[in-house]
Structures are given as structure tokens and as C-alpha cells.
């Protein structure tokens, strides 16, 4: 299925262009997208995709870090990044007359950052304090340390910020060698989305991005992921315990992903879900408790988050794979359509924005090589059954929990006694 809308073009250096055009938009959001993230970085590297996003609106060979901001900010445009495990992107949001000069700016600073050791210390010194202000934030630390306990001795579970340590000892020639490696034609992506021409996007990407280069002749490979679960635990004296508790998930790549998503919102995606029932409603276990599932290309986690007294962290868990279990057996065709339902919304809403239809397209050309319209997606999820559902929900039991937890945790049971809390009922 191809959506009539949407316009895909590959350059013969391999960079692919897609777009669609909303009528009655009157501004463009675009971003090059580039298919390496944290999880593509060497041992000796761990941080240096973050890093090199903040590097990249530091100055060019044209252009200061000042020029940077005043060009874009003058026509009343923004220009942002973000890094995660599997990509990174730098995105501008423009008049869609300023479409020129958003494609020019997005490939100065992709293409010819400056990297002088001036900005290159400097900005080490902001990430050093992006880094501490984590570590004082146990609601996202628990998140970071979650991952690293689920995927151990892996680059998938690594922090996307690095470490102190690691980030200290970058240098500009490191940089230039990450850059080398994943910041060539065939692994990038030109989006945008809203008052664009499919056409003079093309037309700009010939003009602008034709000193990307071409793929390198040797491609580092990918470490697989494999989730092989863990325990993270931080004593502090919160008043809270922060809770993650994980199982592996599905990849994007077989498909599966779809049931264990619609699972993952039965068992805690809103109020009418299983644990927002049991846990908050009947318990008063938590204020706020909530299941999700992160796919990944090759491997995916699912986890239960929460933050509960220390008194009742103990019960908490308990309770929560309790909620799993049974739901894994007893799911009703009632509750998949309801979250078949809130996933349709959330996905359809996602999509009437320019920014939010830009990430979704990049993200699928990245990973599919096509953009798939909204009425695949929707179709795909309509064709999850309840038995894919329920099988979905067994699939996670009878593994090692992933444990990570911040706070007392006296109550805390070992992850390694999980495992039978875990499982299907004998």
C-alpha cells in the first residue's frame, strides 16, 4: 500500500527524500534523520552521538554558533535535535517559503560542523551538567538504570549521555571518526511534512546535500541486542521508591510488536487499565503506575513503572505480575478493542500535526525503506486478534524479571526471586 499523499525519492548517493504535504498548513517541519544512535557507538565512544549533536549547532565553516540562531530565529523558525538508541535527527520548523533556507542551515551544520576545541570543552561542560541533573532526577534515572540491567554489557542498555568519564576524554578527531562511520549518504533521511513541495525538496537536497559522502567502504555492524534481564538497585532516602520492572519485548522487525503493544495498554495504558484498577483504584498502592513496550529493530523490552512508599513496594510488585499473569490468560475482547481504540486516537492524532507525521515518516523510511500510510497502520491493528493478544501477554512469562529501583528498598524482593511470580500458573 502506498499512500498518495506522501512523495519518496532516492538519490543516486543513496540519500532518500520523503515528504508529504498538508493543504492547509502553512509551515514546514523537516529534519535529516540519520540511522545511528547511542547503541552504534564503541565501547570508547559511549556518549559521543549526544555530544555530537550538541556540537553540530556550535559553528560551521560558514556560519557561528550565533549566526546559526539569528539566520533561522530571524524568519521565525526553530531549529532542535534529539539522540536515541537508534537514530538521531536535527529538525527545523519553518514558513513554508523559508523551506530554502531551513534545508541549507539543517545541511551546514550536518555537514561542516566546525568542532573547535573552544566549543568542543565548553559544550563537554554542559553535558557533565545534563549528566548530573539525571543522577539528581531518580523518576529518570530509574529509566536509564532500567535498560543497562535489562540489556547488561550492551550498547542498547548504555546511557544515552555517556558517562563523565567517557565524555571527558572526547576529541575532535574522535568525533570526525563517529562521523565518518554513520554520517554518509545511504544512512540518512531528508523529511518534512506540512506546506512542502515534494519537488523543490528534492531540487534543495540536490543542491544542499550533495557533499554528503558516499557509504564508507568498511560498516562496523550492529551489536545485536539480546535481553537478558538483571537487578539495578540505588539506595536513597526518597520518600518514594521509584519502580521499574521488565520483560523482553518484541523487535519491529517481525511485527509482533502490534499485540504486545495493544497487551502492554490493556495491563496500564490509562485509568480504565488492569494495574491503574488494582494498584490505585482498589490498593492505593501508587498515584501513577503504568505498562509500556519499547521495540527496537532487532529486540524490545516491556516494563511496569511506578512510584509507591517503601512500606509497599514489596506488595506493589507482587501485585503488578499478578495483574500480568492474568491478564495474559484472561484477557477480554472488550478491553483489546477499547485499546485498539486509544491506540487509533493516539496514532491519528499524532499524525494530523506537521511534526509528529515528519518523525513517523523518517523513523519507517529508516527502518521499512517506505513511509506507510495511516491506513495500514490502522489496518494492522485491526487485524491483532484477542488469541494474538493473549499470546502476546504469555510470551513475557516464565523469564528473568529486570528489576530497577530507586529509594529504600528494604521491601524489595531479589529480581532472582521474581522469576516464579513471573511465570504461568502451574
Known sequence: MHDPDVGLTTLPSGLRIVSQRMDNAATVSLGLWIGAGSRDELPHEHGIAHLLEHMAFKGTARRNALQIAEEIESVGGDLNA?????????????????????????????????????????????????ISAVQDTPDDLVYDRFLQAAFPDQPIGRPILGTAQTVKSFT????????????????????????????????????????????????????????????????????????????????????????????????GGGMSSRLFQEVREQRGLAYAVDAFHWPFSDCGVFGIGAGTAPEDVGELVEVALACLRKAAEDVTEAEVA??????????????????????????????????????????????????????AGRSLLGHQPTIAAIGLLQGLPPAKHLRRAARAAD
Open 82 to 130: 534529539a539522540t536515541s538508541v537508534e537514530y538521531t535527527c536535527y529538525t527545523a520548523r519553518v514558513l513554508g517559503s523559508d523551506l530554502g533556507l531551513a534545508v541549507d542551515i539543517l545541511a551546514d551544520i550536518v555537514t561542516s560542523s566546525s568542532l573547535t576545541e573552544e566549543e568542543l570543552k565548553r559544550e563537554k561542560g554542559v553535558i557533565l551538567q545534563e
Open 172 to 267: 575532535a578527531d574522535a568525533i570526525r571518526a563517529y562521523l565518518a562511520r554513520h554520517y554518509h549518504a545511504d544512512n540518512m533521511v531528508l523529511a518534512a511534512s506540512g506546506a512542502v513541495d515534494h519537488a523543490e525538496l528534492v531540487a534543495l537536497a540536490r543542491e544542499h546535500l550533495a557533499r554528503l559522502p558516499a557509504k564508507p567502504s568498511e560498516i562496523v555492524p550492529r551489536q545485536g541486542g539480546e535481553y537478558r534481564g538483571g537487578e539495578a538497585r540505588i539506595g536513597s532516602d526518597e520518600e518514594q521508591v521509584h519502580l521499574v520492572i521488565g520483560l523482553p519485548g518484541k523487535p519491529f522487525a517481525n511485527g509482533q510488536h502490534y499485540a504486545l503493544q495493544i497487551f502492554a495498554s490493556v495491563l
Open 338 to 391: 477499547r485499546a485498539r481504540a486509544q491506540m487509533k486516537v493516539g496514532l491519528l492524532a499524532s499524525l494530523e500535526s506537521p511534526g509528529g507525521k515528519l518523525e513517523q515518516m523518517a523513523r519507517q523510511v529508516l527502518l521499512f525503506g517506505r513511509a506507510i500510510p495511516r491506513e495500514e497502520l490502522a489496518a494492522r491493528l485491526d487485524a491483532v486478534t484477542l488469541d494474538d493478544v493473549r499470546a
